[in-house]
């Protein structure tokens, strides 16, 4: 009996989670209809499935700013290969465009829980030229492991915790979203788009749009038109009539706009076939031979836009460099897409007139701890060297970069009159603020911050 024929399996690229609609660019969801869904949609001619389990509800609102943050550190950090991002809350902060206040660590410290907690399977389809549909499937994590310090908030509950914001932050990303990162496609969102919006709905579907406008030779659309029905699906947004999915993106669509990102979104098609058009504003298109070559060598179609655009004097000649590496040691280089992309983008690091010698596992091994310890010796000296500026810094200084973080550790420890005195302590230089927050850290890590305190209150009398 003559076998069924299988059909060819397209190349599968590593999966760009911006596509997904995982966020929603909701900034209120109801916890307990949101804890786990399951949708279909289709855009561009590609089909999505996403079924999720979110136990402290979906991803929403800020979640958006804050998987920016960590994308944009994973990837300063030259992607680690254990997926690893040894940051602190603080820094996170500032990558995630939020205020510096006692609140935004608390909104963090939610934020990364809820993608901590949330599971996915994926589904991406295409369809085949006899009518079947053929599916990859994924199982994945946004965060694998995520370890930090936290601290009571301005009352006793457990839900007003705030992340102590100098503290060690530890994330391990998901494999997927960690390769999705070293593919190059979070690369490409402007930063000067990104800091100029205000509203996260906004930056969570300019993130969507980026992420939907390239196909996968490469190409940039001029233009986006997408049903609205998928597109509310995509965008994540609960309410299925029409009229409030175009209400929920209104003010996003004029902030895009207003970015000069967009140029018009217009609606269009029936009362049950509503449709949107976005039209992309016109910017200097790169040279199409470089991103198609860029493409073929593995680097995702966002980034490879991107630097085409930016570095394209030393496109050929990296690309050459990487391809002729693979010809002489076949498998020294595991990942040539994100190689390239990174050797454009920090050019400091390599010298091309000298072949990379890493070859089989145990050369791959050591490459991998050397760049873990090499990025943990630099966070460690970054720390070390803001540490020892700020301690030799005046004492108004000290105290102005110190207050809010002495605040979360004593502010329910010392009464006012006891903060006033510690506050004309720290600005007269009876005490350094600073030396102070070592110290308390310290005693926090030993298990003896209530000692410490004791003995911090019969000092300020």
Known sequence: MKKDRQPALPKVDERNFARLGIVSVQTRLDDEAS????????????????????????????????????????????????????TTAYELRAASFLPLNGKSFHRLRESLDRLWYT????????????????????????????SYWDIDGHDSFETTRELVPNATLTIQLGTQMANSIRSGFTQALEHKILTGIEQPPARALYRLLEAHRYADTGEQRRSLAVGLEDWRLACGITDGKP??????????????????????????????????????????????AL??????????APA???????????????????????????GSV???????????????????????SASGAEARREESQARLRTAEDEAQQRTESERRELLAAPPQVQWERTRRSLKLLLGKQLTGPQWDALERACL?????????????????????????????????G
Request: glycine share 6%; aromatic share 6%.
């Open 291 to 300: 991103v198609r070559l860029l493409v073929e060598s593995g680097v995702a």
């Open 428 to 460: 007269s230089g009876q005490m350094f603020a600073a030396a102070l927050l070592q110290d308390l850290s310290a005693a926090q890590a030993r298990l003896e911050l209530q000692a410490f305190v004791d003995d911090l209150r019969d000092r300020l």
């Open 35 to 86: 804890r786990s869904w399951n949708s279909a949609f289709e855009i561009a001619g590609r089909s999505f499935g996403v079924a999720a389990e979110a136990p402290h509800g979906r991803p929403r609102g800020i979640d958006t700013n804050v998987v920016i943050g960590i994308e944009s550190l994973f990837a300063a950090r030259s992607c680690p290969e254990d997926n690893r991002l040894h």
């Open 334 to 356: 595991r990942k040539p897409g994100g190689l390239i992309n990174d050797m454009l983008q920090r050019p400091e690091k390599y010298v091309l007139d000298a072949r990379p």
């Open 243 to 288: 009229s409030k999915t175009l209400r929920a993106l209104s003010e996003a669509h004029e902030e895009l706009v207003a970015q000069g990102y967009l140029r018009d979104v217009r609606v269009g098609g029936s009362r049950a076939t509503t449709a949107l058009t976005y039209e992309f504003a016109s910017l200097d298109d790169p040279d199409p």
């Open 119 to 146: 599971s996915v399977t994926v589904t991406d389809g295409w369809h085949l030229p006899d009518g079947r549909k053929l599916r990859n499937v994924k199982r994945m994590r946004l965060i694998n492991d995520l």
């Open 304 to 330: 490879a836009n991107k630097l085409a655009k930016e570095k394209g004097d030393r496109v050929e000649e990296v690309v050459r460099y990487v391809r002729d590496t693979l010809r002489e040691k076949p």
